[in-house]
């Protein structure tokens, strides 16, 4: 052990100066006085293409610098002494390791000063490591009811042995209220102690700092020459290391793992014995010798335990980190919440890359191994920055979840893109990958170089059926005719109520609710809200006396997290048991009607198809309302998608689905149940081959290629080799790929360079903003040029030109001004925000005439009308951050508008990466940094810290702030049974969850402290030579 450490830090030593300072967090990179660049902290690029994606519920993301909330008090950076600096660096870590309120932290940002000091609401325990044990409680064995193994292993470091001095008397769950009206004894314990600990860490770091100093004048000649022995030595024992963990160390008898990982996933799961085909999987020999593998099954097959078996393989076995890739943000906040308590037990990290989290390149970590639970946007730009960083190679497992998304417009692309550069970079990276069964695996396997596994297993039988009129056929594939007759609906229906439900929806939903669940899937969003209206208007009021109380909690919490403001529909439908689910919802009403819907609280969702691509809600019955989605006809795979939901494995006998039809539709429908399996394309050529262009821009920018021939051998281990023939029609792919780099040249983003003899392809400054700030490539010319023409005459007066700057291109199409609104808000405009409105082209004459109803000849650019009035509701948001009033005013959907804060604050970072490459761009940095800040947490400052634990958002960050639990180092050393009874509607579960989110958030924080205070000490490599 101690020898490993002594090669890892043996080994960063020879990291150069600028490596080691770019290991600085981000923060303290952007608030750097100088306006330093930062080469190494960049965001990496996420296809741009991803903006195309329909808003409806997969808003685009983009690769973004994830801010160190804890950054903002630090200011190394603007320190002059060294010694000060290394001051600092210890009080930080007390700081962060101690139970002091992080909000202190904040207290340099002026906007964000209304916090409490770091004396109120100080819990009285001091130390980070007093972890509680109780999320363990109800563990059957023994050994678990311990402090988790990973505590004591963190208590037991030498390292962290100094800070961890607090007693057992010391841990407690319940944050005071008004500490400093009682002071305890423990508080004082801890006030006496802190400042000697700060000391002696920082004495430390002088100290060796010190004696580093020294060494350079009394570097002798065997020094030097001892120096080369060790150096040699390390080498030699580094290469025996990497043989050796090249072969899967076995653990213990559960296919390698220790028996505890059994346990884990039965404590923690509810799992208690894998299923056949799980353990035929496991057991494959492309498993045991960590071939590249596909493994294709139905909905609900219990693919993802596989996974994370292999996952568990690769981080406690190997030793290796791992990369577990899945298609939404929601799914990526329900694995990390999942995990959290697996890695707190087997000691590893679990880092969220969703949304604006995710550092680029990630913290390298002391001695544990880190598993990125990434979206795919993100996983690309942690690809691009581990490639660019010489990292690619720790990540010894990549798994795609959901991999026939490969097919998927642009995603697919970007999954191709990211596959791709793995494949071609680091081939000792195993890839995993997961989907439904489909047609042409074939090709996939060929792409990835891997062996299939499939298997037709579901645990619960799934019967789908469809309705045509009043009679319900079994659809039957084999059968000539598809539909073999079942059964008549058994309704009785008044004449009024068969107008109103033609469909004969409440029959079919009250043959199993509210006993059993049932979700019903609706074309639009609006048919949700009516469906679910109408079918409460003919329930009994029966429904109400279902679980009201619970109902009751339900309708409360929807309240307050709108502020105290209700929707109306789900007001009148949650009494019977009712709600429905699309994207007009904010995120917050989203997850509690899930968790109501999971906990039969909700006995019936009606949904639009997002719901059947989101997390995992199984129904009883799953009722198609009609087959088509908004004006489409319904795909195969989204139909597989939707009926997959039915039954409930482990409740469940069977699930059922049945898709209402009519007579016109009849001949698509047999076609769509009967259709052969879906196939797979690849995306790269999607939108005139914006992937390709894309994906050759990076490569160059990577330095992975920088001649047409390399160009081409590295496309050459792509899908869209694979399938050449099918997609590349008219020209070759050899042909696509020198016009690519043709009109990448001609767009100025890549460049031969003039070195006499040389002729290798390189991007430009352009080009490599482009990349870097994954803009797509269709805006970059306009951001460009919009950000130059904002630069002659920014207006700093209001948030307004800058919002306008960052309101994303393609979220315009999605919004069309309602004038009146449009221009009562325009006028309310201070005089200044008026000018610059007009000089970006908008004026108040054009904005009334619209809103009097007049036409307007004069030529106004449609694009920029649009984005200024989505930066309005924007800036609205800011300013009041009530979602529901802003919404009201702009009379756009709460979700809607929570959607365009979000990509806004996505298309911030990367405009602000964008400008970080572009010299004359230098006063963005700044400017940006603060606005991105605002964006990510339009919420009350002080709430920040808390809304960073995977699964607590603003209501809940609230609640706890109420509670006393003011920050992080609060709630990872809370009690969950006393949290649970603290905090208003929160479960058991729920408060195991947060708690271990924030242990774990807190150690990441810690860790990366640590690992910046390693580098400080370092005795730079050079030195010697000098
Ligand atoms: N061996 C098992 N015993 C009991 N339940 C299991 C087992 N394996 C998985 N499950 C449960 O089955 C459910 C479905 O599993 P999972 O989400 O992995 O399905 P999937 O194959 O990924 O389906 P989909 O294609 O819909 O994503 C989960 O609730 C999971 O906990
Ligand atoms: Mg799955």
């Known amino acids: 052990m101690s020898a490993e450490i002594k090669v890892k830090r043996l080994s960063s030593r020879k990291r150069s100066r600028d490596r080691r300072i770019s290991n600085l967090t981000p923060v303290r ?63 930080d870590i007390d700081h962060t390791t101690s139970s002091r309120c992080p909000v202190v932290m904040l207290a340099g940002n002026p906007d964000f000063t209304s916090l409490k000091s770091s004396t109120d609401n100080c819990p009285k325990q001091s130390c980070d490591d007093s972890m509680t044990e109780s999320f363990l409680e ?36 319940m944050p005071m209220r008004h500490p400093e009206k009682s002071v305890s004894t423990e508080d004082r314990n801890e006030r006496h102690i802190a400042p000697k600990a700060r000391k002696s860490v920082s004495d430390n770091l002088k100290r060796a700092m010190m004696a580093n100093a020294a060494t350079p004048s009394s570097v002798s000649r065997t020094a030097v020459q001892k120096e080369a022995v060790v150096t040699e030595e390390i080498s030699v024992a580094m290469q025996a290391m990497e043989s050796v963990s090249m072969v899967t160390t076995d653990l213990g008898p559960f296919f390698g793992l220790p028996t505890k990982v059994k346990e884990l996933i039965c404590n923690l799961k509810g799992i208690k014995d894998l299923y056949e085909w799980q353990k035929t999987c496991l057991n494959l020999d492309s498993v045991q010798q960590r071939r590249n593998l596909i493994y294709s099954l139905p909905t609900s097959g219990g693919k993802t335990l596989v996974a994370e078996i292999l996952i568990l393989k690769e981080l406690l076995c190997r030793k290796r980190d791992a990369l577990f890739i899945l298609p939404y943000i929601s799914l990526v906040q329900e694995k990390v919440r999942g995990l959290t308590s697996f890695a707190l037990e087997l000691d590893f990290m679990v880092e969220e890359y969703a949304g604006s989290k995710g550092r680029f390149p990630p913290v390298k970590r002391r001695g544990k191994r880190s598993l990125y639970i990434a979206t795919i946007e993100k996983a690309h730009g942690l690809v691009n920055s581990l490639i660019e960083a010489n990292r690619l190679d720790n990540v010894g497992l990549v798994v795609v979840d959901e991999l026939h998304m490969l097919g998927d417009g642009s995603r697919g ?46 645990p619960v039988e799934l019967k789908e059926y469809v309705k045509l009129k009043d009679s319900i056929y079994e659809v039957d594939s084999k059968e000539e005719e598809c539909f073999r007759f079942s059964r008549l609906l058994n309704f009785k229906y008044s004449t009024a109520m068969q107008k109103i439900d033609q469909d004969h ?9 509210p006993s059993q669940s049932c979700l019903v899937f609706c074309p639009t969003k609006k048919n949700c809200e009516n469906v679910a209206g109408m079918i409460c208007k003919y329930l009994k009021e029966d429904f109400i006396q279902h679980k009201q109380a619970e109902k009751a909690v339900l309708l409360g919490e929807l309240r307050s997290s709108g502020n105290g403001s209700l929707c109306p529909v789900l007001k009148k439908t949650v009494p019977y048991g009712l709600a429905y689910h699309h994207s007009g919802l904010t995120s917050e009403e989203r997850k509690l009607v899930e968790e109501a819907y999971s906990a039969g609280v909700l006995c019936l969702l009606t949904c639009t198809s997002t719901l059947a691509a989101g997390i995992n809600l199984p129904a009883r019955r799953v009722i198609l309302r009609s087959p088509y989605v908004a004006a489409d006809f319904l795909k195969r795979s989204q139909y597989k998608q939707m009926v997959g939901r039915a039954g409930r494995a482990g409740i469940d006998t069977h699930g ?8 016109k539709d009849k001949v698509l429908v047999k076609k769509l149940v009967s259709a052969p399996m879906e196939i797979c394309i690849s995306n790269l050529m999607h939108s005139d081959g914006k992937g390709v262009l894309s994906l050759i821009l990076s490569v160059i920018g990577l330095n992975i290629t920088n001649s047409l021939e390399q160009i081409r051998d590295f496309m050459s281990g792509t899908l869209l080799s694979v399938q050449e023939k099918q997609v590349c029609l008219e020209r070759s792919l050899w042909e696509v790929i020198q016009e690519c780099v043709e009109l990448l040249k001609e767009k100025g983003l890549v460049t031969v360079s003039t070195e006499p003899q040389d002729g290798t392809l390189q991007v430009t400054k352009l080009g490599r903003a482009t990349y870097k700030g994954s803009v797509d490539l269709t805006y970059c010319d306009l951001l460009y040029r919009d950000l130059a023409k904002g630069l002659e005459s920014l207006m700093l007066d209001s948030f307004l030109h800058l919002i306008y700057l960052v309101t994303p291109y393609d979220m315009v199409s999605q919004c069309k001004p309602d004038w009146m609104v449009y221009f009562r808000q ?11 409105c007009a000089a970006v082209g908008v004026s108040e004459s054009f904005v009334a005439r619209k809103a009097a109803g007049q036409n307007v000849k004069k030529n106004v650019d449609q694009v920029v009308v649009s984005r200024l009035y989505l930066a309005l509701v924007l800036l609205s948001l800011l300013k009041e951050t009530d979602l529901w009033s802003v919404a009201d005013r702009f009379q756009l959907s709460r979700g809607f508008i929570q959607t365009l804060l979000s990509s806004s604050s996505v298309f911030c970072s990367c405009v602000l990466h964008f400008t970080e490459e572009l010299e004359e761009f230098w006063p963005f940095k700044a400017l940006l940094t603060e606005l991105n800040r605002r964006l990510t947490y339009c919420v009350q400052a002080e709430l920040i810290p808390l809304m960073e634990v995977a699964g607590v958002m603003e209501r809940r960050a609230k609640q706890l702030y109420n509670a006393g639990y003011t920050t992080l180092a609060h709630l990872a050393n809370a009690d969950p049974n006393v949290l649970a009874k603290t905090v ?33 000490l370092m005795m730079p490599l050079d030195l010697l030579s000098l």
């Not at 080469?39 to 160190?68: I, N, R, V, W």
């Not at 325009?826 to 610059?836: D, G, W």
């Not at 208003?984 to 640590?1010: C, G, H, R, T, Y």
Request: hydrophobic content about 40%; charged content about 25%; aromatic content about 6%.
């Open 29 to 91: 990179k952007m608030t750097s006085a100088s306006g330093r660049q930062c080469p190494d902290h960049t965001g990496q690029m996420e296809l741009s293409s991803a903006m195309d994606q329909s808003m409806d519920a997969k808003f685009s993301e983009y690769c973004s610098d994830t801010e160190d909330l804890f950054g903002d008090y630090d200011s190394i950076v603007s320190d002059s002494s060294f010694l000060a600096k290394l001051d600092r660096v210890g009080h």
């Open 138 to 173: 109800g563990f059957t064995d023994d050994s678990f009811v311990d402090m988790p193994s990973s505590q004591l292993a963190f208590l037991q470091d030498p390292q962290t042995a100094d800070r961890n001095c607090c007693t057992d008397e010391d841990k407690t769950s």
């Open 413 to 458: 692309a970007i999954i191709e893109m990211t596959l791709a550069k793995v494949l071609y970079i680091s081939k000792s990276t195993q890839i995993i990958g997961m989907s439904a069964t489909l047609g042409n695996v074939q090709d996939i396997q060929t792409f990835l170089k891997a062996e299939n596994y499939t298997n037709d297993f579901r």
């Open 505 to 513: 929806i409440v029959a079919l939903v009250t043959e199993v609710i």
């Open 656 to 663: 059922e689905s049945i898709l209402i039809l009519q007579d």
């Open 826 to 836: 325009f006028t309310m405009l201070s005089a200044v925000e008026q000018k610059m």
């Open 984 to 1016: 208003e509607n929160l479960f058991k579960k729920q408060a195991n969850q947060i708690v271990a989110s924030a242990k774990m958030l807190l150690n990441e924080k810690a860790d990366a402290l640590q690992e910046e205070m390693d580098d400080l």
